[in-house]
């Protein structure tokens, strides 16, 4: 005849010991169940206090009759964004510095600062470099494309001087502002200007200007006055050559596969 078994007795030592079993097991538990990953957020590019935050640096502007749209500044480069950094150039206040091997503008100012913008640029074969000063300045410029690039792409005829050029608009490649380059007072037919074309800034895809940002070019052309000596290097420190008329392609002012013009049908070269 079978016998029950004796009950186990539940003693406070027994208890003690099942209780720092279960939370061992529950810690072994925890330690080997794996949180998904939380993805860190990039870093919010700041602006320097003396310019004003990006939302409103690079936000939708009214001016001149037209609206200029905001610039996705996000989705730029943040070194390219306008900014104030120490000046590396050692030129005078006041002077304009484009070098084109790091796709930079700088305004130098007084106290070893400088304002920097991000720029867009010629492509090899259509770059300049040198000396020379800002002739003058429009708000709302027309476009004439020269006769050269007009012999590269017939289809741009329609904006020839003759024609009486493109009118300023939005859609027109120079953009809010364009600042005339001379060099003893001959114009070199390259421009700074501007541009709707955000994502061309840090980038060689034109045939030799300098194109800044909309809301860029609006702040240089407010700081700079007729005359403004301009100097443009392949890279600080480098020999500044002279300007050959004879040997450099003329401005286009529009970037390769320009949304502003279309596709191009011939090549820029």
Known sequence: MATDSPPVLLTRRRFLNLTAMGAAAATVSACTTTAPPVPLKPAEPQAHPELGSYDIMYGPVFDGG????????????????????????????????????????????EGGQAIRYGVGLGRAGFEWAGRAVVQYKREWPKWTPPDEMIARQPELEKYSVRNGGMPPGLMNPLGARALYIFQNNEDTLYRIHGSPEWHSIGKSISSGCVRLMNQDIIDLHSRVPGKTPIVVTNGLGARVASYDPSGTPVDAGVPEDSTLLGRATRSWF
């Open 66 to 109: 037209y609206e200029i749209p905001a610039v996705p500044y996000r989705k730029i480069d943040s070194k390219f964004l306008r900014q104030i950094v120490p000046d590396p150039t050692g030129e005078r206040p006041g002077t304009i510095v484009v070098d084109t091997s790091q796709h930079y503008l700088y305004l130098v100012r």
